[in-house]
């Protein structure tokens, strides 16, 4: 993931594992608010956990440079245990479906039927 672009080139290894086995012991095997049991984590979700210097799509696509902000495991916690919304089931064009949980800091989409974890993103704070 480093070598793609995924991956920060900061984050080593061990804190990937780190971070991996944080998921795994802290937030799989628990239920979601609303009920959705958390089975397991994509490869999405940890990319976006350590975040990167370089989004490889959008860099891909039009060669803009976007970086993208790790996300903190507690603020994650937050979100799935004790959202301040959960969206509605969005279902994309292979049927699969997911859920978008927002917290104080991001926001988490689960898949409610799988129970994995697809993806984090750090939510923008508004400037006063």
Not at 29 to 34: H, P, Q
Not at 38 to 48: D, E, K, S, V, Y
Request: glycine residues 8%.
């Amino acid at each position: 993931d480093v070598e793609s672009g995924w991956i920060s080139l900061n984050a080593s290894f061990e804190n990937y594992l780190n971070l991996y086995k944080r998921v795994q012991t802290e937030i799989v095997g628990r239920k979601a608010d609303g009920g959705t049991e958390i089975t397991g984590q994509r490869i999405h979700f940890m990319q976006r956990v350590l975040g990167t210097a370089v989004d490889p799509e959008e860099y891909r696509k039009d060669h803009r440079i976007i970086s993208r902000s790790g996300v903190e495991i507690d603020d994650i916690k937050a979100a799935l245990f004790t959202p301040e919304r959960i969206d509605p089931p969005v279902v994309r064009k292979d049927g699969r479906r997911s859920v978008r949980y927002i917290g104080p800091n991001c926001a988490v989409t689960l898949n409610p039927d799988t129970g994995d974890l697809i993806q984090t993103n750090p939510r923008k704070k508004v400037k006063k």
